[in-house]
DNA sequence: CTCCCGGATTAAAAGGTTTCAAAACCTCGT
DNA sequence: ACGAGGTTTTGAAACCTTTTAATCCGGGAG
């Protein structure tokens, strides 16, 4: 099979090869080159092998950025991720690539590490890239931006966060009810005095958790004045750290006998600066996490958390978004999760 | 500011606005709202607030994907990376992200997850969208796919391995010198007999791990002998769980007294492992880990570790890219930082 | 009065693919 | 030999932007 010289053995400063090329070495047209890729039904078998042959012979690979410009719409979802870091975040990623593999897309991962600037640019770079869909969850979900998108006929899946707008779908975890059931286990193993480590109240997901401890208080008959709120400026094991040695310090009249962290980061710097500070778990302090990262049953005292269907929020976040692309008369859906809370032997031996 | 109809409140059926509307708005031609987006210098001072306006108002967002067509190059990288969960891969990436922002590009994230076939989907899927350069920690660093990659002409670096070709720019870590300090360390506390805790030995990392810890057995003049392999299937907790497990089923005159694990995960279930198993650490069992994850120095006894200049590593491979991108002249290079050890209590109080 | 100049703007081509109407080709029955 | 009817193949337009050469314009020099 022999092949022109311009595209041949091409080791420096030949052009990239295209259909065009393909179609000369196989003396046929661009058309019958397109339709070899996109519709080989069309095209007879014997010059169907030929095309093949010249396009593995000169490795031509198709130009993706062509192609869209002329169908208008290109294979690839993006996810933009609030921290890159945080296993949840990751797990939730790997849902959503499930989805987009068995729909034969390419799922994109952004990290916007909490930075609404940089958030912003990645939206405006995906949004100029014309990207099949977002999924994304937001530092800010009140940002105008996501409406706007939205409203320019992107799709867009808002995951983890709730917003009351009907311009797109989006898919979340009661964190009321984690709150509560994590709340309600602790008040059923006989704690009375809770601490509640958390980020900035701030955090909608920090203030619903918070909302569902004070719930579950209340339905046990006791008053908001029996959660000792620590709150940290930010949510990594560090800050929980610092947590734990502010309520070592508490008087021990006043010392709550368990906490309830907002994430288990904090969950795990807590449990670290127990052991520095000589407080066993649970038997001087008891200990729920929230999301029940992997490092939470791996630590040395395993630890009691709220898990989130973390896998399962993202292919439902994928599924809507390919719904919505495929079908025009699209309604926008808000699915909820109900957490499960996860007994381990921090709050019980 | 009035606009054409066409383009105009645009709810819901409206076309997609392009530069060509912008122009009609503006009543100047297409190839001057093209230079108000590129070269703001060559237009007018009037025209050129009068086509911002207009964009403004029509929310025009430019498509990249055509601008890509005709200049040849886009402003993405990508990094595929092995294991998203891992956060050695997400603190590379982190690194990545500094530089790119820098050079006003932007970084797409891919997770192969550890699968071949996945990572090979993501490779022509990215050659496809002609991303402007790939960075990559390879599943098998000796895939051909690679090198066919970068002779088609597309800049590519290849992160935490190491492979002999001269067609790519390459950054790594030296993992025989950070088995070496590793297990110098634990000589100099006095151990003699150590377990080697790692994957299989065709993962590259864990082969030269191990190898660096016997050159150090060498160096002090102890055989291979003195070092017990514990290998595992895989590299995650629970993997250093079993293997703790099955240290402790070993007679006590041949037990080793300490623990070098191929990487962090390991070490943590390991630890965990010593826990429920009532072995004290380090006086019982020294472990020694790889990576220094956050979790390493926030385990309930913080971990001693092998740190890699992850951050370090992620921001020479995306400027090694760049710089590729940028100089045709350009000689590829491979680059290799040294480890340090973290000494913590897993080995020492 | 013409010519030329520099700065601002325009018109048209280019880039690689898909799509679609039309052309070419084949097979068969007459 | 011809035409019908079906299967393949072709050629050109379209997608949206950037780029380049050409045009336009007012004014100063000759």
Same mark, same amino acid.
């Given at each position: =099979?022999?092949? $022109?010289?311009?595209?041949?053995?091409?080791?420096?400063?030949?052009?990239?090869?295209?259909?065009?090329?393909?179609?000369?070495?196989? /003396?046929?047209?661009?058309?019958?080159?397109? @339709?070899?890729? @996109?519709?080989?039904?069309?095209?007879?078998?014997?010059?169907?092998?030929?095309?093949?042959?010249?396009?593995?012979?000169?490795?031509?690979?198709? @130009?993706?950025?062509? !192609?869209?410009?002329?169908? /208008?719409?290109?294979?690839?979802?993006?996810?933009?991720?609030?921290?890159?870091?945080?296993?949840?975040? *990751?797990?939730?990623?790997?849902? =959503?690539?499930?989805?987009?593999?068995?729909?034969?897309?390419?799922?994109?991962?952004?990290?916007?590490?909490?930075?609404?600037?940089?958030? &912003?640019?990645?939206?405006? !770079?995906?949004?100029?890239?014309?990207?099949? /869909?977002?999924?994304? %969850? $937001?530092?800010?979900?009140?940002?105008?931006?996501?409406?706007?998108?939205?409203?320019?006929?992107?799709?867009?899946?808002?995951?983890?966060?709730?917003?009351?707008?009907?311009?797109?779908?989006?898919?979340?975890?009661?964190?009321?009810?984690?709150?509560?059931?994590?709340?309600?286990?602790?008040?059923?193993?006989?704690?009375?005095?809770?601490?509640?480590?958390?980020?900035?109240?701030?955090?909608?997901?920090?203030?619903?958790?918070?909302?569902?401890?004070?719930?579950?208080?209340?339905?046990?008959?006791?008053?908001?004045?029996?959660?000792?709120?620590?709150? *940290?400026?930010? =949510? #990594?094991?560090?800050?929980?750290?610092?947590?734990? !040695?502010?309520? #070592?310090?508490? $008087?021990?009249?006043?010392?709550?006998?368990?906490?309830?962290?907002?994430?288990?980061?904090?969950?795990?710097?807590?449990?670290?600066?127990?052991?520095?500070?000589?407080?066993?778990?649970?038997?001087?302090?008891?200990?729920? /996490?929230?999301?029940?990262?992997?490092?939470?049953?791996?630590?040395?005292? $395993?630890?009691?958390?709220?898990?989130?269907?973390?896998?399962?929020?993202?292919?439902?976040? &994928?599924?809507?978004?390919?719904?919505?692309?495929?079908?025009? %008369?699209?309604?926008?859906?808000?699915?909820?999760? %109900?957490? +499960?809370?996860?007994?381990? +032997?921090?709050?019980?031996?």
């Amino acid at each position: =099979m022999t092949v $022109p010289d311009t595209a041949g053995t091409g080791s420096a400063g030949s052009r990239t090869v295209g259909m065009k090329d393909v179609a000369a070495a196989a /003396g046929v047209s661009v058309g019958t080159v397109s @339709n070899v890729l @996109n519709r080989p039904g069309l095209v007879s078998r014997a010059t169907r092998t030929k095309v093949e042959a010249v396009i593995a012979e000169l490795r031509f690979v198709r @130009n993706e950025t062509a !192609r869209h410009l002329r169908v /208008g719409h290109s294979r690839v979802l993006a996810y933009v991720m609030l921290d890159g870091r945080n296993p949840f975040f *990751t797990d939730v990623a790997g849902g =959503m690539e499930d989805t987009a593999g068995e729909a034969d897309l390419s799922l994109f991962l952004c990290n916007s590490a909490n930075l609404a600037a940089r958030e &912003a640019a990645y939206l405006t !770079r995906l949004e100029q890239q014309r990207v099949q /869909g977002i999924l994304i %969850t $937001p530092v800010d979900p009140g940002s105008p931006q996501l409406d706007e998108i939205a409203r320019r006929g992107m799709p867009l899946v808002i995951v983890d966060r709730t917003r009351n707008s009907d311009s797109h779908c989006s898919v979340a975890v009661d964190d009321v009810v984690g709150g509560e059931i994590a709340v309600r286990h602790l008040l059923e193993q006989g704690h009375e005095r809770i601490a509640f480590v958390g980020g900035q109240l701030d955090i909608g997901q920090v203030r619903e958790r918070r909302e569902g401890a004070l719930r579950a208080l209340l339905a046990a008959g006791l008053g908001p004045d029996h959660l000792v709120d620590l709150t *940290t400026s930010r =949510m #990594a094991v560090a800050d929980g750290g610092n947590a734990g !040695r502010r309520l #070592a310090g508490l $008087p021990s009249a006043t010392r709550p006998t368990a906490a309830f962290c907002a994430n288990d980061l904090l969950a795990l710097g807590l449990l670290q600066a127990c052991a520095a500070l000589r407080m066993r778990v649970p038997d001087d302090l008891a200990i729920v /996490g929230y999301d029940d990262i992997e490092f939470a049953a791996a630590a040395t005292v $395993p630890l009691t958390s709220v898990r989130q269907p973390r896998r399962r929020l993202g292919r439902t976040a &994928a599924e809507l978004l390919v719904q919505e692309t495929a079908d025009p %008369t699209h309604e926008h859906r808000q699915v909820t999760f %109900t957490p +499960e809370l996860v007994v381990r +032997e921090s709050t019980y031996q």
